[in-house]
């Protein structure tokens, strides 16, 4: 193991993450005294207009993938409209690689709470839910614990604080289906119905959950709010970079030595990453990564230096999605992985439309032949259309997500496939796992 | 189309180069389709809400980074969109997606019902590649399952675009059917145990399976005649025909008032199947399984395909020639003409053939003792001089065509009394379930209890003990400020007519608020008989027999003397009943009339018993037959043209399916006629048309009835007022033989409230024995939110005949016990 120089290691900005290590924090006497509730405290006092302003002064954007700017998305709430609203905080952390949210609701749940009673008051929700993964138990229970310390000590509730806002946060827990972190899907399982995507339009600012104006945003995002409050939004735009301001965990995992979350700002690359990580494990070269979960293309070693901000991966072709970055090397086989993930996409697709439901049964089987070492040439050309003919064409960015690792695979690693076509490489699967396969 | 100025809520876009104007908020799929391209598509349906599940349809929007579904895309102004006319990247969208709908489909089409008609096999040969990449193994599943009698499902050849599952949810309000599971595993399927290893979830009605829950639907033929692959297919059809060897004809529904188009297919002189007609301003796409699947009577082995006499030696009946026969009846006739004929035509002609009897009623019998009536026409207790359903007929219905389906569907507001839409009327059902979904109907029923099918129409109950009705017409405030609103309607069924002063009071609600009312009955040809003038006080085109300038008038056009038509009203069918069975009439001259449909079968069939002389115009063995002494044997709708005229007014005509030599009731009665010395001029259908067209129309409209209003019956300890309705699929002849139709009929239950329920001891699916003094009927109970001491039974379903075994309607007092099982008499009824 490696130590990261000094000037790397300044490139931490624990932000969300700087009570992680703090014992107990996750009880709310802990948290009070480590600032908690003080953003509330000071939200409370200021027009609600007010801190949608501040949030979209600072820049802050949305930390489930998409980043998309949520000042911008809360100020599409229609206020004054006689209709409740509704706050939905997407905590179904279910992308492979992924594995931000879940520690942050373990180890500081109470600023997941205190951000979401703020991000209730400034879009005017008396209702929040938390849609939890349902195999976060231990999330769960620390989440439920902090909803309930928080009620307890009067911040939810009737009344909050004096302020005469009222807010009663739900946490509800998923059944286990990767669908439903699609924000639709998610709406339709929390209203009890089979979690699929729903048509847009009506978008949820709109038409969300019971009909009525949502906001459904990242844990990450609205974690991320009474740090703002407090540190206000010149500050948050003092980390990351212009487009893509304020601090990020990302989330290394693979074959370096220390895996785990790292919060830096925005821009920072990896090789910076690796570095903090302690460097790759011994006897791996970096071969290939995944700069934002399995749904993004992946990247090669050639990328190291991309700044990970959302600007700077969508220039180097792939995206930034929710940081967590996957990283594998020459000891790794890039065909086996897609089809690891590809398992996982097809086991996971709603089965709504045709072709993420038929293209990932395909593919999925194309690669179990190709693994065997029963793969044709005529199989890349017909998984590179597959992947295409699902690309952009399925009802929701699952499909997208799923074809992703096979067009960038094929992209950077043809010859790896080549290599069990043409029996240069053993093959990984046995015949005997292609009886019955299903 | 540049020239045309635009108007405010349209946009201009253009498709494949080729500008266009359409309608803000329309689909880009329908534009398209409006400009003769045609984009492939599975899950897009226009009278279903879009999905965007099968993503066949997609086409490239200029400034979109993704090919999007042209069924979920609304035009907007300026809109590019290209097809795969134009578009190589929605050509290859499109491949690509028909490929994937194709890896896991079966090539099983040359066995497979739906080949030859199929979209997915019509646009595989449009869109998709002549050959496959997929070398894998298809999936899989267990088939076929019955999801219900009628509805078999093969999952494999699914392809998921879920038309069924969002009809049943839109459409029919019947949730039985949903997706289940995920991914390449998700299919569609019913609720059942083994799937989901759980306890059942019957809502606890009697009767209703505790485990399974089957596709519970009257309307589930739909989801057939929508599925664009072959996994939905009927049991009666399966495995029987080919598409393309059958011979498609337009054709109306014979079974209810409701009027739908159909679609009859035909094979070498024999219907196989019939679908829904495209009627929008009918029945829309959708038709009920009665209508669909209730069509086997006139194949059943006791058709009558020859003439009949009865043998005076044996007293049998035997096969007799056309002119033998036709002769007998002429005579038979002839000779009781003095003493007097009564005419039962029956609810199931069409219009031609009940002005037949109404023109030889009158012209060739000399008599008003007319009526089509097949049912019980006023209360149980009601002296027989009361005719205040046939006056409110001639009121109020007679020649009117206030109310169609869209003023139904538009109104802002729908009373509803003495009809159970679901069961009686199904097509209008649908109809105010749109209404009630997508304008905001609202519908208030009176009735004893909010049915299920009630329910789904979220309609508000006034809840009425039988026989109570025309009080609470007169009297509830909830009942008129349910008609308060401006355009609001008022809908009565043919059930009114059983309570005393119900329909009175109808029709001066109508007046008092201004609604619009309509009369529903029940049979397809009961509108168009009473507006024929098969009533003892009307003559054709709804003008009354009393009326002399009528009477002036329609005798000029039939070109008969003056005095011939007769003046006075005559006997109803209660009193053409009572007639024949005290000997006082000479004759009957009956169509398809069942005995036990009317108010007292026993007196009916005594009356048949009675009369000197029966002539029926039948299709098939009957209790009619059984003591006629000639039968004529006509042909059944499928094997005539004809026009039913449907609750609206609305004439639906209909040129005959298969070719026959079955006569219609009105070329017999011209035959009959002939041998009289009468010209009918009723044999041909187009000439009746024409003949019917150049009637004069009623000028002067009688007054409205005003019969009292009787207190409903007080029951006494262990006794109920009696409720009753058909359900729609039940022991009504047209349905003879269907028995997978019957395996949906809902199970015949006897309803009590809680009140009787603890009075009696019994609990839900417990027997309960309804009695009379005539006899009883013995039914597992089903708790039921009624008012106290009112039962409900089914009119006319297994273990039900409560006409036959109660001898009484609607509103009478009936007496309950704990019952029994096994056959029932009632208490001091002899074994």
């Not at chain 1, 990302?250 to 990896?270: A, H, K, M, W």
């Not at chain 2, 329909?503 to 009961?526: F, I, K, N």
């Not at chain 2, 006494?716 to 007022?721: F, I, K, L, P």
Request: glycine content about 10%.
């Amino acid at each position: 193991m490696t130590q990261p120089r000094p000037e790397v290691l300044q490139k931490l900005t624990p932000v969300l993450t700087k009570r992680w290590l703090s014992p107990d924090a996750w009880q709310i006497g802990v948290y009070e005294r480590l600032d908690g509730y003080l953003a509330l405290r000071k939200a409370l006092d200021v027009h609600p207009d007010d801190l949608i302003q501040l949030v979209k002064d600072s820049g802050l954007r949305g930390r489930g993938g998409a980043g998309f700017p949520t000042g911008l998305k809360w100020g599409f709430i229609p206020q004054g409209d006689g209709k409740p609203h509704y706050l939905v905080i997407n905590a179904d952390e279910g992308e492979p690689g992924t594995c931000k949210d879940l520690p942050l609701m373990t180890y500081d749940p109470h600023s997941l709470v205190e951000g979401a009673i703020i991000a209730s008051y400034a879009i005017r929700a008396n209702r929040a839910f938390i849609y939890i993964r349902g195999e976060a138990v231990h999330a769960a229970r620390r989440l439920r614990n902090a909803v309930q310390e928080a009620y307890a000590k009067g911040y939810l509730g009737k009344n909050i604080l004096g302020s005469g806002f009222d807010l009663d946060l739900v946490v509800h827990s998923g059944a286990g289906a990767y669908i439903c972190g699609e924000e639709t899907a998610l709406l339709d399982s929390l209203e009890g119905f089979r979690g699929q995507p729903r048509l847009r339009p009506p978008f949820p600012a709109v038409a969300g959950l019971y009909a009525s104006p949502t906001v459904v945003n990242n844990v990450g995002t609205i974690a991320s709010v009474p740090y703002i409050v407090l540190g206000g939004a010149d500050w948050w735009k003092s980390m990351g970079t212009e487009k893509s301001a304020g601090p990020m965990i990302y989330s290394l995992s693979g074959r370096i030595t220390n895996p785990g979350q790292y919060e830096c700002g925005l821009g920072i690359t990896l090789r910076e990453l690796i570095e903090l990580a302690g460097g790759m494990k011994p006897g791996h070269n970096l071969k290939f990564w995944t700069p934002g979960g399995s749904s993004t293309p992946i990247l090669t070693a050639e990328h190291i230096d991309t700044p990970m901000d959302f600007e700077g991966v969508a220039a180097a072709g792939s995206i930034l999605g929710t940081t967590a970055m996957q990283i594998f090397s020459d000891q790794d086989c890039p065909v086996y992985n897609t089809w690891r993930w590809l398992e996982f996409y097809h086991h996971e697709s709603c089965g709504k439309c045709t072709p993420c439901r038929e293209g990932n049964y395909w593919m999925v089987r194309t690669y179990r032949r190709i693994l065997a070492g029963q793969g044709t040439y005529a199989d890349l050309d017909t998984l590179q259309d597959t992947a295409d003919n699902i690309f952009g064409r399925s009802f929701c960015g699952l499909g997208d997500g799923a074809a992703t690792p096979v067009v960038s695979t094929l992209k950077w690693f043809r010859d790896d496939y080549l290599g069990y076509i043409e029996g240069r490489t053993a093959p990984r699967l046995s015949e005997k796992t292609l009886v019955g396969a299903h | 189309m540049t020239d045309v100025a635009k108007k405010a809520d349209t946009v201009t876009l253009t498709v494949d180069g080729v500008e266009v104007t359409a309608e803000k908020g329309e689909l880009v799929i329908r534009v398209a389709e409006r400009m003769g391209i045609a984009i492939p598509r599975f899950c897009d349906h226009p009278l279903l809400a879009p999905a965007g599940a099968c993503r066949q349809c997609l086409v490239e929007v200029e400034g979109q980074r993704k090919p999007v579904a042209s069924c979920t895309q609304t035009v907007a102004e300026g809109m590019v969109v290209k097809t795969q006319l134009s578009s190589p990247v929605a050509a290859k969208a499109q491949a690509g997606i028909m490929e994937m709908l194709l890896i896991n489909h079966p090539l099983d089409c040359p066995t497979c019902d739906k080949g030859g008609e199929c979209p997915l096999q019509n646009q595989a040969m449009s869109t998709g590649r002549a050959d496959s990449r997929f070398v894998e193994h298809k999936r899989e599943y267990e088939k076929p399952i019955h999801i219900s009698s009628q509805v078999l499902l093969d999952r494999e050849r699914c392809v998921l675009c879920q038309r069924c599952t969002r009809f049943s949810e839109e459409i029919a309000g019947d949730k039985f059917i949903d997706l289940m599971d995920r991914s390449s595993g998700e299919q569609i399927n019913v609720y059942r145990d083994d799937f989901f290893g759980g306890e059942g979830t019957g809502d606890g009605q009697a009767g209703e399976d505790e485990g399974d829950v089957p596709f519970n639907s009257y309307f589930s033929g739909n989801t057939i005649q929508i599925c664009p692959v072959g996994a939905l297919t009927g049991e009666q059809y399966r495995f029987r025909a080919r598409p393309f060897d059958l011979v498609s004809s337009p054709s109306a529904c014979e079974h209810c008032a409701a009027g739908c188009s159909q679609r009859a297919d035909h094979r070498r002189g024999k219907v196989l199947r019939r679908l829904a007609g495209d009627d929008p301003a009918v029945n829309e796409e959708w038709n009920c399984d009665k209508g669909r699947w209730g069509f086997r009577y006139t194949t059943a082995t006791d058709r009558i395909t020859t003439p009949l006499l009865r043998d005076p030696a044996s007293g049998r009946l035997r096969e007799a020639s056309w002119s033998e026969a036709l002769l007998a009846a002429a005579e038979g006739l002839r000779d009781a003409r003095e003493r007097g004929v009564g005419v039962l035509p029956g609810g199931r002609l069409t219009v031609e053939d009940a002005y037949a009897y109404a023109k030889f009623a009158r012209v060739v019998l000399g008599t008003n003792d007319i009526d089509f009536r097949a049912r019980p026409i006023r209360s149980s207790g009601s002296s027989p001089a009361t005719t205040e359903e046939a006056d409110f007929l001639a009121a109020s219905v007679a020649g009117i065509t206030d109310v169609t389906y869209e003023a139904v569907e538009n109104a802002p507001s729908v009373l509803i009394v003495g009809l159970e839409p679901e069961e009686e009327c199904p097509i209008l059902f649908l109809r105010l379930r749109k209404g009630h979904l997508k304008r905001k109907l609202t519908v208030t029923a009176v009735s004893p209890y909010l049915s299920r099918g009630l329910e789904k129409l979220g309609a508000a109950l006034v809840a009425a003990v039988p026989g109570d009705e025309a009080r609470l017409l007169n009297t509830d405030p909830a009942v008129a400020g349910a008609l308060s609103a401006p355009g609001s309607v008022l809908i009565v069924g043919e059930r009114l007519a059983t309570v005393p002063g119900g329909l009175s009071a109808a029709a001066a609600l109508a007046r008092r608020t201004g609604a619009r009312l309509a009369w529903v009955p029940r049979r397809a040809g009961d509108r168009g008989a009473l507006d024929a003038g098969c009533l003892p006080n009307l003559l054709p085109g709804g003008r009354p027999v009393t009326d002399v300038a009528a009477r002036a008038e329609l005798s000029l056009a039939w070109r008969v003397e003056a005095g011939v038509l007769p003046s006075t009203a005559g006997r109803d069918v209660d009193r053409i009943v009572a007639a024949a069975a005290d000997g006082t009439l000479g004759a009957l001259l009956v169509g398809g009339v069942d005995p036990a449909d009317l108010a007292d079968p026993r007196l009916a069939e005594e009356a048949l018993a009675a009369v000197p002389f029966v002539v029926s115009l039948e299709l098939r063995q009957s209790a009619v037959t059984r003591h006629a002494d000639v039968v004529l044997p006509i042909a059944p709708a499928v094997e005539k043209a004809g026009t039913y005229m449907d609750w609206e007014g609305r004439l639906r005509s209909f040129a005959a399916v298969l070719p026959g030599t079955a006569m219609t009731d009105g070329r017999v009665l011209e035959a009959i006629a002939a041998l009289l010395d009468v010209t009918l001029n009723t044999g041909d259908v187009s000439a009746i048309r024409r003949e019917l067209g150049s009637l004069p129309a009623a000028t002067a409209r009688p007054a409205l009835p005003a019969a009292e209003v009787v207190e409903p019956a007080r029951p006494a300890e262990r006794e109920a007022v009696l409720a009753t309705w058909h359900q729609l699929l039940d022991l009504g002849t047209l349905l003879d033989g269907d028995e997978v139709l019957a395996g949906t009929a809902r199970p015949p239950v006897a309803r009590i409230g809680k009140d009787l329920a603890e009075s009696l001891g019994v609990v839900d699916g417990d027997l309960v024995t309804v009695s009379t003094d005539r006899g009883g009927v013995t039914l597992p109970a089903a708790i039921t939110d009624l008012p106290p001491a009112v039962v409900w039974l089914p009119t006319n379903s297994p273990g039900s005949t409560v006409r036959r075994s109660l001898g009484v309607t609607a509103g009478a007092v009936v007496r309950l016990q704990a019952g029994v099982p096994g056959p029932i008499l009632a208490e001091g009824v002899a074994r």
